[in-house]
T-cell receptor, first 115, second 114 residues
Framework: AQSVAQPEDQVNVAEGNPLTVKCTYS??????LFWYVQYPNRGLQFLLK????DNLVKGSYGFEAEFNKSQTSFHLKKPSALVSDSALYFC?????????????WGLGTSLAVNP | AAGVIQSPRHLIKEKRETATLKCYPI?????VYWYQQGPGQDPQFLIS???????DKGSIPDRFSAQQFSDYHSELNMSSLELGDSALYFC?????????????FGPGTRLTVT
């Protein structure tokens, strides 16, 4: 079955420290991978995506993610966390489904950056 | 830059009533998606439209219907509302239906069914 996993429900990190939010996937074909962030009572905002090319992609607000095909992972990272990064982070993956591609979402990881 | 507009932002209905949610995509975006998000949950895909035609269908109940109009705005019609329909409903739009395109989300409509 096609799936996306965000193994941590919550991640806590001190301000100024590096942060990692994990995402692994199990899908057929070549995946397209996305990260979105959701602030309280707001819609999801696109952060970055991997479609093809360089495995390291850079996105909004200083975030980056690395596509690792062998480990089927696409972890979100930031070198120095800010309190304002505290939010809910969703990983999403599209995969081949017949003639179409389907999008599936991870369950989200709540990031808390402590001052 | 223009974003996705959703109206209303908040809606309170009673059981068995009907509700209509509206979504105005980013200009030139021709694909619209509807999602339902319960508290603490990931977005559940309901339905999508590309160039005014339904392009994909997810977990949308039979009591719900949606359409995309000639100006690309979309409406989600919800009938015989149930308490379990209380949720945040997001609309998203993208430029084309290629799965390589990211989706841009509106602020959501919070529906409360009492």
């Amino acid at each position: 079955a096609q799936s996306v996993a965000q193994p941590e429900d919550q991640v806590n990190v001190a301000e100024g420290n590096p942060l990692t939010v994990k995402c692994t996937y199990s899908v057929s074909g070549n995946p397209y991978l996305f990260w979105y962030v959701q602030y309280p009572n707001r819609g999801l905002q696109f952060l970055l995506k991997y479609i093809t090319g360089d495995n390291l992609v850079k996105g909004s607000y200083g975030f980056e993610a690395e596509f690792n095909k062998s480990q089927t992972s696409f972890h979100l990272k930031k070198p120095s966390a800010l309190v304002s990064d505290s939010a809910l982070y969703f990983c999403a993956v599209t995969y081949n489904a017949g003639n179409n591609r389907k999008l599936i979402w991870g369950l989200g990881t709540s990031l808390a950056v402590n001052p | 830059a223009a974003g996705v507009i959703q109206s209303p932002r908040h809606l309170i209905k009673e059981k068995r009533e009907t509700a209509t949610l509206k979504c105005y995509p980013i200009p030139r975006h021709d694909t619209v998606y509807w999602y339902q998000q319960g508290p603490g949950q990931d977005p559940q895909f309901l339905i999508s439209f590309y160039e005014k035609m339904q392009s994909d269908k997810g977990s949308i109940p039979d009591r719900f219907s949606a359409q995309q109009f000639s100006d690309y705005h979309s409406e989600l019609n919800m009938s015989s509302l149930e308490l379990g329909d209380s949720a945040l409903y997001f609309c998203a739009s993208s430029l084309g239906q290629s799965s390589s395109y990211e989706q841009y989300f509106g602020p959501g409509t919070r529906l409360t069914v009492t």
